[in-house]
């Protein structure tokens, strides 16, 4: 009898159109090996069946008779066929689900969901929450000095109508536009978006205007008094180095939320 050669490749490979469950039950007790693309079954009587994986859409498989190689487990794994194990009485007790990996860019999944005929106003949603999540940083961080007064005029000014008091220096933005244009680079993102309309989704300008309002609600009036390019360009810098996962915070949420609505 030949033994079935263990699957060494890593290349994925997919259960193709027409592929169908796998019953691997009875009370003959039976091992499933593999070879690089098939499952290999051997029961007592040295009988052999192969199954190429791509006819394979799921495996239903006795917990007490049918013996499974590591091998043979990774090979389902790798394309993508989850297994479940039934006892004698026919119950569940147990299932394998391969990991699902992530194969649309966030680049695409932004673009398709803009592309949606709510795509913006979704994007809309998402911008208001993150400005009210820059709010309630700011809050949490100032809680000792912060009026209630206060807080409310700075909600209803940045989180609606978004508008912020500016204590840095307006030639600063293009410093922050400029940081936000490379982390949006690094991570394959166009600066401007475009969904089923002509006109684009600014993305660089909103994530800029989300960082900027930080920036100036957390300097406060203490920007007011640096008055040199010089001491303006070090309060960005600091803030920028000590405060880089803001911006990760924000461009996660995003992707996190676009990947969302490619499966609802």
Not at 54 to 80: F, H, I, N, T, Y
Not at 145 to 159: D, G
Not at 176 to 196: D, F, I, K, M
Request: aromatic content about 6%.
């Amino acid at each position: 009898m030949s033994v079935a050669k263990p699957a060494l490749s890593t290349r994925a490979i997919k259960p193709g159109a027409g592929a169908r469950a796998l019953y691997l039950g009875s009370r003959e007790r039976k091992r499933v090996t593999c070879t690089d693309e098939a499952l290999v079954v051997t029961n007592q009587r040295a009988q052999t069946m192969r199954y190429p994986v791509a006819r394979v859409a799921r495996v239903v498989s006795s917990a007490d008779v049918v013996d499974w190689s590591g091998a043979a487990l990774a090979l389902c794994m790798r394309a993508g066929i989850g297994i479940t194990w039934l006892d004698a009485k026919g119950e569940a007790v147990g299932t394998l689900y391969p990991q699902q990996r992530q194969t649309t860019s966030f680049a695409t999944a932004l673009e398709l969901m803009l592309e949606r005929a709510d795509g913006p106003e979704r994007y809309q949603n998402w911008l208001r929450a993150r400005r009210m999540d820059v709010l309630m940083r700011w809050g949490r961080e100032h809680a000792d000095t912060i009026t209630p007064q206060q807080w409310e005029s700075t909600k209803r000014e940045w989180v609606y109508a978004r508008r912020f008091t500016c204590h840095l220096g307006a030639g600063l933005r293009a410093l922050c536009l400029a940081y936000v244009g490379a982390q949006l680079a690094g991570c394959g993102v166009a600066p401007v978006l475009w969904g089923l309309t002509t006109l684009g989704t600014s993305l660089d300008e909103d994530l800029c205007q989300l960082l900027w309002a930080e920036m100036n609600l957390t300097s406060g009036t203490l920007a007011d008094k640096a008055e040199a390019d010089a001491a303006i360009t070090t309060l960005f810098e600091r803030w920028s180095s000590v405060n880089a996962s803001a911006l990760t915070l924000h461009l996660a949420s995003l992707h996190r939320m676009a990947m969302k609505e490619m499966h609802t």
